[in-house]
């Protein structure tokens, strides 16, 4: 394997002040909606498991967190065009308010695939999205997140969850791999 050069984008204090700033929005946003029931955070397996770790920590609100794996991307660094779902079991979410909180917004088929599958499903009171990173450059379907941390170009990301094929997921910081 041709070893990749990294370059730091975001780091790791960097990246802890942006994820307060969302939860922050989050909890002022739900905090009426959800006084009879938890909020419930779909994580976007595997790449929003550490944005989803550190976010639901500084929601001071009640969640239930659910997982479904989803990509588009397989492992390569292009959107394949073609969605990916080998995990998408969750539990009766009717009425619900949904957050859907996914790494990395790139073409929008993950998340617009997501979300018509979660309305038609379960009929959610709301359904949300929030990102901690959005490439609108390579959007390919109009979607848009409710909560987006920073707004990147077309760059390849690694790091916080983050992979280029299974490596580098667990590096505290983002940065551009080439
Ligand atoms: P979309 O369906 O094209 O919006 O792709 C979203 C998914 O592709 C994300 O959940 C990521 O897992 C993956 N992805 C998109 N861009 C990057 C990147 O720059 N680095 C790593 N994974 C990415
Ligand atoms: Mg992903």
């Known amino acids: 394997m041709k070893k990749k050069k990294l370059k730091i984008l975001y780091s790791k204090s960097r990246i802890q002040s942006m994820v307060k700033l969302l939860a922050k929005k989050i909890v002022t946003d739900y905090n009426k909606r959800t006084k009879s029931k938890s909020l419930v955070v779909i994580s976007v397996l595997k790449g929003a498991f550490i ?23 397989g492992s390569s660094t292009v959107s394949s065009g073609r969605i990916d779902a080998p ?36 009929k959610p009171r709301s359904l949300k999205v929030a990102c901690l990173l959005n490439k609108e450059a390579r959007r390919e379907v109009d979607i848009k997140a409710d909560y987006v941390g920073f707004e990147v170009d077309d760059y390849f990301l690694v790091g916080y969850g983050l992979d280029s094929a299974e490596n580098f997921r667990h590096l505290p910081f983002l940065a551009i791999c080439d």
């Open 87 to 122: 995990l998408l079991l969750l539990p009766n979410l009717s009425g619900r308010d949904i957050l859907i909180v996914e790494d990395i917004v790139d073409s929008g088929r993950t998340v617009s695939f997501l979300k018509e599958y979660i309305r038609d499903q379960y």
């Open 51 to 73: 944005f989803t770790a550190d976010l639901i920590r500084e929601i001071k609100l009640p969640v239930q967190l659910e997982f479904v794996r989803i990509s588009s991307y």
